[in-house]
T-cell receptor
Framework: GNSVTQMEGPVTLSEEAFLTINCTYT??????LFWYVQYPGEGLQLLLK?????DKGSNKGFEATYRKETTSFHLEKGSVQVSDSAVYFC??????????FGKGTKLTVNP | NAGVTQTPKFQVLKTGQSMTLQCAQD?????MSWYRQDPGMGLRLIHY???????DQGEVPNGYNVSRSTTEDFPLRLLSAAPSQTSVYFC???????????????FGPGTRLTVT
């Protein structure tokens, strides 16, 4: 079945540091890929998405590129802020309507 | 639009009690789902529905029932609460569960449930 593996956290960075959160997937066919973010005490919200190979999703300074050859969708941001502290979930949707999530990576950014 | 709303925000139950977690959306979404979030486990799908009158099991359905009598509402029932059901529960909805690609799930704020 479809699955998502993302790097385990927690990740702690200083403000303005570079962020990478790794995500790899296993799926049949051509899934759509997503990053969701969960701020403290809130539900998840979509951060960015990519629906086909080589697509780059971007939002709020975050980027991720759909790499079919390496089955990856790594999340990056060039300069993190304290307000980026949250839990980040990689997810995919394959041939059915069900979304499959990774286990989440907690990011803490210190001033 | 209120989006996806969930009630209650917090609940404490004793083992063996039953209760219903409420979920409603005002976006006319066909697809609705329930997840539980546990530390180190990410989100796991409990039940989902692709439209009124249609429900199906997800990854961890045991101990939970759902029904979908209207497009707007998708309540989750705990039949006999157990400590293993202590978790944070999220309801989510999307416009069309069968649409490929443009598929964003909108999440409610969650219900934090403790079973003692």
């Amino acid at each position: 079945g479809n699955s998502v593996t993302q790097m385990e956290g927690p990740v702690t960075l200083s403000e303005e540091a570079f962020l990478t959160i790794n995500c790899t997937y296993t799926a049949t066919g051509y899934p759509s890929l997503f990053w969701y973010v969960q701020y403290p005490g809130e539900g998840l919200q979509l951060l960015l998405k990519a629906t086909k190979a080589d697509d780059k999703g971007s939002n709020k300074g975050f980027e991720a590129t759909y790499r079919k050859e390496t089955t990856s969708f790594h999340l990056e941001k060039g300069s993190v802020q304290v307000s980026d502290s949250a839990v980040y979930f990689c997810a995919l949707r394959g041939g059915s309507e069900k979304l499959v999530f990774g286990k989440g990576t907690k990011l803490t950014v210190n001033p | 639009n209120a989006g996806v709303t969930q009630t209650p925000k917090f609940q404490v139950l004793k083992t063996g009690q039953s209760m219903t977690l409420q979920c409603a959306q005002d976006m006319n979404h066909e697809y609705m789902s329930w997840y539980r979030q546990d530390p180190g486990m990410g989100l796991r799908l409990i039940h989902y529905s692709v439209g009124a009158g249609i429900t199906d099991q997800g990854e961890v359905p045991n101990g939970y029932n759902v029904s979908r009598s209207t497009t707007e509402d998708f309540p989750l029932r705990l039949l006999s609460a157990a400590p293993s059901q202590t978790s944070v529960y999220f309801c989510a909805s999307s416009y069309d569960g069968l649409a490929v690609g443009s598929y964003e799930q909108y999440f409610g704020p969650g219900t934090r449930l403790t079973v003692t």
